[in-house]
């Protein structure tokens, strides 16, 4: 295991147009992160290092990067990473972004600490980046059907691997002529024979 010492971590100024974005960067950074990103450094100060190879090529930043841009800074602090791999610096990349994502909140205990704060002209709701699945139905274009008056919903899955698994807890069939499922069953049996079951 790597021990690193408080020397290896030296936070330092560069050149905003040295920095270098990694070409096959898996990570994807919506317009609301950015913004949330620019509101923060301009009312927080700019206090996280982009972190970067030998090479100024980002081993984990890229969305701070493109808000730094925005702002127009001409210099960004780093952190140089000069002893991984490209293994690892690739390890480095997923796992930056993907461990965070397995934590949560205590949403008590974040409710008061946001109200504890004072007005410093910080929408919290903005940094939220729409994690809020209610939020992201809002915008997203209401299903219209003049003949089937029941909550419907489209699913598009990535692979038949994940297709098979949602068939299995659904407890039904998908076939290459499937075009809807129902649930629950009873609502299959109901509804059978009013001609929208046709090709399953």
Known sequence: MKTLRSTD??????PI??????????????????SAIKKSVEIL????????DENNVIIAGHGRLEAYKELEMKEVPVIIHSDMTEDEKKAYRI???????????????????????????LDFDMLNE??????????MPEYQNNVIEKNSIIIHFENDNDKNDFAELLGQKITDDTKYLW??????????????????
């Open 95 to 121: 796992a930056d972004n993907e461990i965070a994502l397995k934590s949560n909140w205590d949403f008590e205990l974040l409710a008061l600490e946001i109200e504890s704060i004072g007005d410093i002209g």
């Open 130 to 139: 729409k994690d809020n699945p209610i939020e992201e139905w809002k915008s």
């Open 183 to 200: 649930f629950p069953k009873k609502e299959k049996e109901n509804i059978k024979n009013m001609g929208y079951m046709e090709n399953e």
């Open 9 to 14: 971590l030296k936070i330092i100024l560069k």
């Open 45 to 52: 100060g700019n206090r996280k290092p982009i972190e970067i």
């Open 17 to 34: 147009n040295d920095i270098i974005t990694y070409q096959n960067n898996p990570r994807m950074h919506s317009r609301d992160q950015i």
